[in-house]
């Protein structure tokens, strides 16, 4: 059960990505320093979706080997 809510957040960063995307396209135009942020946000989220990742799988292999 644990590792099926880790893979949900895992996801939920994907998401979080997505839609800081959609906020960068939508604000190029206007405020372009708002559009810099989410643009940061956009690199964080999926930084983090790979980290989380990594650790999940980390902590899986680990509890497999006891």
Known sequence: MG???Y???EYAYLAMAGFSIYLV???W???RNRAYLFAFF?????????F???????ME???KNR
């Open 61 to 63: 292999e680990r509890n």
């Open 29 to 31: 135009a206007d405020n």
């Open 52 to 58: 989380k990742r990594k650790f999940r799988k980390k």
């Open 25 to 27: 396209i939508s604000n």
């Open 3 to 5: 590792n099926k809510i």
């Open 7 to 9: 893979q949900l957040f």
């Open 42 to 50: 956009t690199v964080v989220a999926i930084f983090m979706f790979f």
